[in-house]
């Protein structure tokens, strides 16, 4: 029987690894959790921008039913989107200061502010159009995506735009399809903007 050499017995036992496949070759996507990538951002972005309670209530405005009025249910980006905006709202105010605060920035700018009270959906799902392409594209300058990274959150974002839209087609979604004839889901459209900027 033949000897097992040094090298084989290091491998045997696990002090050594098995080389690894050069980085280039591996799928960028792979190892990326884009569930809570997404929700960072937002939550991130909430924070930066010192959003308050009374702007992130209007984002989480109702239907009569309960359903959330601005993201799709059901839809892969809006969930994550959606969360992220519910623990905002939930987050206890900072026990450290003299001051009592409970976020960052300075909230969001006026007209802002006043769009998300329209009575058009339209004109409040843009602003959400908005802030969701902000916070994820500076969510990713933050990780530093090369441009390869980013082609792989582009196809990403992409595949569950095209799945959460998709969800509006089902028979079983009349009021959803109904709510939203002729609009685009803010957090998915707004996802996928961030995702092919340089
Ligand atoms: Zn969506």
């Known amino acids: 029987m033949k000897h097992p050499t040094i090298l084989t017995l290091l491998f045997a036992i696990g002090l050594i690894q098995p080389t690894a496949s050069p980085t280039h070759m591996q799928d960028p996507a792979a190892k ?113 995506l090369n441009k390869r990274e980013r082609k792989a959150w582009h196809s990403e974002l992409k595949r569950r735009a095209k799945k959460g839209m998709g969800l509006l087609t089902d028979k079983r979604n009349v009021a959803q399809a109904e709510l939203w004839a002729d609009l685009a889901c803010p957090s998915c459209e707004g996802a996928v903007a961030a995702s092919v900027r340089e």
């Open 32 to 144: 990326i959790d884009f569930n809570t990538e997404i929700f960072h951002a937002v939550l991130e972005g909430l924070y930066d921008d010192g959003v308050s309670n009374e702007t992130a209530d209007l984002l989480l405005r109702k239907q009569d039913d309960g359903a959330y009025t601005h993201f799709i249910s059901g839809c892969p980006t809006c969930v994550y989107v959606l969360e992220a905006l519910r623990h905002y709202r939930a987050r206890p105010d900072f026990v450290s200061f003299k001051m009592t605060r409970n976020t960052w920035g300075l909230g969001l700018d006026k007209g802002s502010r006043e769009r998300l009270k329209s009575e058009h959906m339209k004109v409040r799902i843009d602003v959400l159009h908005t802030l969701v392409t902000r916070w994820m594209d500076k969510r990713m300058d933050r990780l530093r």
